[in-house]
């Protein structure tokens, strides 16, 4: 069983409750809650227009969220955003499990008032996407490279997950 058909159900049940029931749809749900979070605090203006309205689609801006939260000197946000953007070509499962784990924290999460909290700051739903990066890389071989974003992954989230193990 692979991520969208596992997920199915939920999103199916999801369409019931007024819930985004695709990447489309949840996008422009994140872009109007960040929105709406930029008219109320002006400080956040900048960091919600770079990582989530600037951009077009899902990907994009949970791709940039992403290598900008694990960057460091030796390995900056642009390295990072290229190994993101090679792992989900290669696995576009990666998207499709990153949407199923928003919809489910925003379902069963009551602290989870919108989709851009969880999308923005729980480093749980970080780390997950980024292990999954890892276990793309482990399964292409490039076991270094994958142990270097477990060991950031770690430090960063302070969730470790081996590469090798199956996506979660």
Known sequence: MNEISFAAPEIAAS???GIPADEGELWQ??????????AGEEMLRGFLDLVVLRHDDFASGLGLLLALKLA?????AERLGE????ATAGDPGIIA??????VAIRTRDPAAENYLRPFLYYKGFHALQWHRIGHWLWRDDRRELAQFLQS???QVFAVDIH???ASL
């Not at 460091?72 to 900056?76: A, D, L, Q, V």
């Not at 190994?83 to 090679?86: G, S």
């Open 83 to 86: 190994i993101l953007r090679a």
């Open 72 to 76: 460091e000197y030796s390995m900056p």
């Open 97 to 102: 499990a990153a949407i199923a784990d928003l």
């Open 29 to 38: 749900t994140l872009r109007l809650d960040a929105e709406r979070a930029a």
């Open 152 to 154: 950031r992954v770690s």
């Open 163 to 165: 590469p090798a193990k």
């Open 15 to 17: 369409r019931q409750r």
